[in-house]
């Protein structure tokens, strides 16, 4: 009876998945015409950012996912910031849509450009890394300094991929601190607390429910910090909230 009701549940599951990368699909096939158009140029990016942030609300109400949001701080909205979070999960991705109405753009693993539809619409305005070459990854943070100094918002999962279901926060890489250290760029910690239950790696698993996220406080005058004391600061935050919400 156990085994049955293990079966049903990872089809039901499966079924969920389904219609939930239909409700991302719909909406980008319906608009694909104008969304084209919008890639041509750079200066298109806040039309077609328009467009990205009310699919990604739609695909996650839609889907039934209902974000509960902790705001610490009310964000300044003429400032930049680089947003870290943790990343347990690929909706990860669309909250951050979800969550900002003013353009951002990631600094990600080059791999996602080969994404259908999704990765054509990310490798035109987003940075892209191969952490497997030195060379590759100082131009890709050279980039993304340049975004910032021209007033853009940035995101980045420090832990460098999605962690496994066992691990409650990964290790962090030390490129995100150091361009905030050069920019002098304030950090936004973000914790996502049930990401990693609605949409695990395993297919068979996940479901609908709420997504409670925390928006903290910013890090400010990241330049008076050292790499080592930056990166432990944001990894404090974001693991003492997941503690948290664990309990």
Not at 39 to 49: E, I
Not at 63 to 86: A, V, W
Not at 151 to 179: A, H, T, Y
Not at 206 to 233: D, V
Request: charged fraction near 20%; hydrophobic fraction near 45%; glycine fraction near 4%.
């Amino acid at each position: 009876m156990f085994a049955l009701m293990k079966i049903i549940k990872g089809i039901l599951s499966l079924f969920w998945r389904l219609w939930f990368a239909l409700c991302f699909a719909i909406p980008f096939i319906v608009l694909l015409p104008i969304t084209i158009f919008m890639t041509l140029s750079p200066k298109f990016y806040p039309v077609l950012y328009f467009f990205l942030h009310r699919i990604s609300k739609f695909m996650i109400y839609a889907s039934g996912i209902f974000p509960k949001i902790n705001k610490e701080h009310k964000l300044d909205p003429r400032k930049q910031y680089l947003f870290c979070s943790n990343h347990t999960s690929t909706i990860d991705i669309p909250m951050m849509f979800f969550l900002s109405k003013k353009p951002i753009s990631f600094i990600g693993k080059e791999s996602i450009s080969k994404y259908p539809i999704f990765g054509y619409y990310y490798k035109r305005f987003n940075v892209l890394v191969n952490r497997a070459s030195l060379r590759n990854s100082y131009a890709a943070f050279e980039k993304a300094g340049q975004k910032i100094k021209a007033g853009q918002n940035m995101v980045i999962f420090p832990e460098g991929g999605i962690v496994e279901d066992s691990i409650l926060l990964g290790k962090f890489k030390n490129g995100p601190f150091r361009l905030a250290i050069e920019q002098n760029v304030s950090i936004i910690p973000i914790t996502f607390a049930d990401n990693k239950q609605i949409f695990p790696i395993k297919y068979t698993k996940g479901k609908p429910q709420r997504a409670r996220i925390t928006i903290h406080k910013p890090i400010e005058n990241c330049s008076e910090y050292n790499i080592k004391e930056l990166k432990n600061k944001v990894f404090t935050t974001i693991e003492k909230e997941l503690i948290r919400y664990e309990n």
